[in-house]
């Protein structure tokens, strides 16, 4: 099982990023909203992970948050994986104004990975 979060799998692309949030289809689990669109080309997920500097002021904070998700999506990602469909672009932009603790994050993080495979 590969969990290492390398750049390839990371969503950097400006246009890449403007078609995701354009045309893609989204759905809201406290505290994610999630955007996903199936886009073949690409050899792998692309995952973009996002956090208000409006919701949490402090950037300690706002990086904390965001190393708590990348770490939950790399612990779960064999989720999508395993199930050897399209590739797709993936933004999961957190929106509640409190930091969580990484036990709650993985949990909701894994909720978010099951409906993207289930909305497939």
Not at 9 to 33: A, D, M, N, Q
Not at 76 to 89: F, I, R, S, V
Not at 103 to 112: A, F, G, L, V
């Amino acid at each position: 099982m590969d969990v290492k979060f390398p750049k390839t799998e990371r969503l950097h692309s400006r246009k890449l990023i403007k078609e995701l949030f354009e045309k893609g289809s989204s759905f809201f689990l406290y505290p994610f909203k999630v955007i996903c669109l199936p886009y073949p080309s690409i050899e792998t997920n692309q995952v973009l992970i996002s956090v208000s500097k409006k919701k949490i002021r402090k950037a300690v904070c706002r990086n904390l948050v965001k190393r708590r998700i990348k770490e939950a999506y790399r612990l779960n990602k064999h989720l999508l994986q395993a199930n050897k469909q399209d590739k797709q672009l993936i933004a999961f932009v957190y929106v509640s104004s409190d930091s969580m603790g990484f036990d709650e994050i993985q949990i909701k993080i894994r909720k978010c990975l099951n409906r993207i495979i289930n909305k497939k």
